[in-house]
């Protein structure tokens, strides 16, 4: 089991920045790549940005150039620096870690973002 607590959501203004956190902790030697997804209200859950154990990562198209996912191997966490923040990046973020045959997921953070 790996266990994933997210911190670092909040209210901001448009144009402004937030720094997520997502510290996982138990079996972490599984994990193979993380990744930061969010959600609207029912609409379906979205792949944000990846980053594997390699340190390849994979970005939405709609942040490219905004947002920036890394990671602290030793610390067993994940970040996502979100810049130049618009108001359709309101949502729910959750942290996700993929082991083999399984995926993990932190409990999320509200990010919302004022006009």
């Known amino acids: 089991q790996v266990q994933m607590v997210e911190s670092g959501g909040g209210l ?4 402004g920045s937030l720094r997520l956190s ?15 997804y969010r959600q609207v ?4 859950r979205e792949l944000v940005a990846r980053i594997s154990s390699g340190d390849s ?17 030793a610390k067993n966490t994940v970040y996502l ?5 618009k108001p359709e990046d ?8 993929d ?3 399984v995926m993990y997921w932190g409990q999320g ?3 919302t973002v004022s006009s």
Not at 22 to 36: F, K, L, P
Not at 81 to 85: H, T
């Open 57 to 73: 990562t994979y970005y939405v198209d709609s942040v490219k150039g905004r947002f920036t996912i890394s990671r602290d191997s």
């Open 22 to 36: 997502c510290a996982a902790s138990g079996n972490t030697g599984c994990i193979y790549a993380m990744a930061w």
């Open 90 to 97: 309101t949502a729910v973020y959750y942290c996700n870690a």
């Open 99 to 101: 082991c083999p045959f």
């Open 81 to 85: 620096q979100m810049n130049s923040l």
């Open 41 to 44: 209200s029912a609409k379906e």
């Open 109 to 111: 953070t509200q990010v």
């Open 12 to 15: 901001v203004q448009a144009g």
